[in-house]
């Protein structure tokens, strides 16, 4: 999983295959945001994911919250090569967007 | 909407020069962010303007750095005395408001030597 003092984590999948990375965060927040960052881009956000949300779906990806042990998931179904990169969670303060505190991330390579 | 446009997109300084990085948001977007990226420290808050006024600059190393919005379509921010441990990648982002979502430029790779 990533936060705190993890480094970069990487996996590696074949396509087709399901894949879920995992993220803890420390501190209180009422959002958790999931973001993709290709290679010479800036982050963007993939899904977003709300305290009164266990669970919140967008095409292929699957995210789910557990505020009670302060950990998000996302989950990406039959991934493809396009779902090639570094994934972020990020956490706000009470919704707000100012602020956002980032875990270290996980590079996902899907390979064909 | 060509998303938030950083310039430039690389910058080498030597080790004592002054560096300044901009950012125009997108138009319309009342909020802009500044984020470092590095390897080690991953993705770093430094700022942050509502309505072209500084919100939060606790991310900001205290000497050395500072940022401004002086209107609503641009930001800079500079770095005096560059040192190596500021080589990085600067990512400026924007959005419409609170709760809204944020939007990045591919952001300025700096390189101190």
């Known amino acids: 999983s990533q936060w705190g003092e993890e480094n970069l984590q990487a996996l590696s999948i074949q396509e087709g295959e399901d894949v879920t990375m995992n993220c803890s965060y420390k501190?209180?927040?009422?959002?958790v945001h999931w973001y993709r960052q290709d290679s010479g881009r800036g982050p963007a956000l993939i899904i977003l994911?709300?305290?009164?949300?266990r669970e919140k779906r967008s095409g292929r990806l699957r995210a789910t919250l557990d505020t009670s042990s302060q950990s998000s998931s996302l989950s990406i179904t039959a991934a493809q090569c396009e779902d090639t990169a570094v994934y972020f969670c990020a956490t706000d303060r009470g919704g707000s967007n100012a602020k956002l505190t980032f875990g270290k991330g996980t590079k996902l390579s899907v390979k064909s | 909407n060509a998303g938030v446009i950083q310039t430039p997109r690389h910058k080498v300084t030597g080790k004592g020069q002054e560096a300044t990085l901009w950012c125009e948001p997108i138009s319309g977007h009342s909020a802009v962010f500044w984020y470092r990226q590095t390897i080690v420290q991953g993705l770093e808050f430094l700022t942050y303007?509502?309505?072209?006024?500084?919100?939060?600059d606790s991310g900001m190393p205290k000497e050395r750095f500072s940022a401004q919005m002086p209107n609503q379509s641009h930001s800079t921010l500079k770095i005096q005395s560059t040192q190596p441990q500021d080589s990085a990648v600067y990512l400026c982002?924007?959005?419409?408001?609170?709760?809204?979502?944020?939007?990045f430029g591919k952001g300025t790779r700096l390189t101190v030597v």
């Open positions: 303007f509502r309505n072209q006024a500084p919100i939060d």
């Open positions: 501190t209180y927040t009422t959002v």
């Open positions: 982002a924007s959005s419409l408001g609170q709760s809204t979502e944020v939007f």
């Open positions: 994911i709300r305290s009164n949300e």
